[in-house]
Structures are given as structure tokens and as C-alpha cells.
């Protein structure tokens, strides 16, 4: 089976850096990937890991460690627009499996 | 290509008739997935398309389901006698061949309210 932890829920404040976890234990893994959603929207894209490391994207930088299958998402200067869910997927061959999402609120 | 459209947005039916959604993939995007989200959990994979072959679909979806892709272009999504517990969001999403940086592009989605 597949399975993706993340923490339910976050709170942080405006202007701050806040990092959201991901734990994985997936049959296969072809990449990892973040995505945003706000509420009563599509999720969209943010960003993708495949190799170990850092991948940073402006204020959004996403961290991978394959052998520990564990990644975070890091969302440097925090605006109000950044709550909203945020959903870890991986990639198993053809299909992507997303954790149940975290839900971050940013308070001024 | 404006991305991924899906029609209805929304669909209120009641229990035991039979409701179809439909999504219209980014046009040069050969694979297309069907999700379903309830409220605080993320997307649950439904059924996988490549072109107009059906490869595979979710052991966790009951027979009422099916979905089709007939040119490999839109795709349709019938849910038969429905239950309060379909009431969901159904996502669509499209994403290019290959295994590399092929994100999936998802939908607006389809919010099915069973009375």
C-alpha cells in the first residue's frame, strides 16, 4: 500500500518561514511533488523533487531525502494569500498518491 | 489551452439516480486521472487513462463507477444509482508522458451533492 503522513494543521505568522513535513512509504517512487490548495479550488503545482536535496523556487523551497522517505516543504516570508492546504504527493510510476494535506493558517 | 476544464462545476442529484461528469484535458497531455476529494483529505486516485486505454483503476471503486475515454481526448465519468457517500469532489487531472518533471494539471473539479 501507499502511505503519506503530514501534519494536519499549522499555524503561523505573517513574515515568518514555516516548514510543512511529509513522510512517505510508497511500493514504488518516481518523484515527489507539493501542491497548493486553497479551499474550494484545484490544487495547483509548486514544486518537485526527484534526486536528494534542496529545490528552491522563490519563497518556496522543497527538501528530499529518498532513503528516509521524508520531505518538506519550507515557505520563506509567509504572506496572508499563502493559507491553504498543502498536499504532498508521490509519484509511483503512472499515478500519484497525495497525503491528506496540511492545512496552514497565516495570521498576522 | 486555458488547463484542464470539467463540467458541471457542480451537480446536486438525488440518491439512487444516475449522474455524468465530463473533462476536457490540456490538449497535448496523454494521461488522464480521476480523483475524488472529501472535505480535510487529500485527493484519492480513482482511475488512470493513457490516451483511450483504461490501465487502471482503484480496487476501492465499486462497480456503480465507470469511466471512459473514447478518442483520448475528454474523458466522462458516470457514477450509476448514487449514494449519500459519493458526495465528494471529483477532480480531474492531466500530466505528459514520461516520469520526469510531468506534474499533474488538475481540474476545477465537479462538488456532487447526493440528497
Known amino acids: 500500500g501507499q502511505n503519506i503522513d503530514q501534519p494536519t494543521e499549522m499555524t503561523a505568522t505573517e513574515g515568518a518561514i514555516v516548514q510543512i513535513n511529509c513522510t512517505y512509504q510508497?511500493?514504488?517512487?518516481?518523484?515527489l511533488f507539493w501542491y497548493q490548495q486553497h479551499a474550494g479550488e484545484a490544487p495547483t503545482f509548486l514544486s518537485y523533487n526527484v534526486l536528494d536535496g534542496l529545490e528552491e523556487k522563490g519563497r518556496f523551497s522543497s527538501f528530499l531525502s529518498r532513503s528516509k522517505g521524508y520531505s518538506y516543504l519550507l515557505l520563506k516570508e509567509l504572506q496572508m494569500k499563502d493559507s491553504a492546504s498543502y498536499l504532498c504527493a508521490v509519484r509511483n510510476f503512472n499515478k500519484f498518491y497525495f497525503g491528506s494535506g496540511t492545512k496552514l493558517n497565516v495570521k498576522p | 489551452d486555458t488547463g484542464v476544464s470539467q463540467d458541471p462545476r457542480h451537480k446536486i442529484t438525488k440518491r439512487g439516480q444516475n449522474v455524468t461528469f465530463r473533462c476536457d484535458p490540456i490538449?497535448?497531455?496523454?494521461?488522464l486521472y480521476w480523483y475524488r476529494q472529501t472535505l480535510g483529505q487529500g485527493p484519492e486516485f480513482l482511475t488512470y487513462f493513457q490516451n483511450e486505454a483504461q490501465l487502471e483503476k482503484s480496487r476501492l471503486l465499486s462497480d456503480r463507477f465507470s469511466a471512459e475515454r473514447p478518442k483520448g481526448s475528454f474523458s466522462t465519468l458516470e457514477i450509476q444509482r448514487t449514494e449519500q457517500g459519493d458526495s465528494a469532489m471529483y477532480l480531474c487531472?492531466?500530466?505528459?508522458?514520461?516520469?520526469?518533471?510531468?506534474?499533474?494539471?488538475f481540474g476545477q473539479g465537479t462538488r456532487l451533492t447526493v440528497v
Open positions: 490538449s497535448e497531455h496523454n494521461r
Open positions: 510508497t511500493s514504488g517512487f518516481n518523484g
Open positions: 487531472a492531466s500530466s505528459l508522458p514520461g516520469t520526469g518533471l510531468s506534474e499533474a494539471f
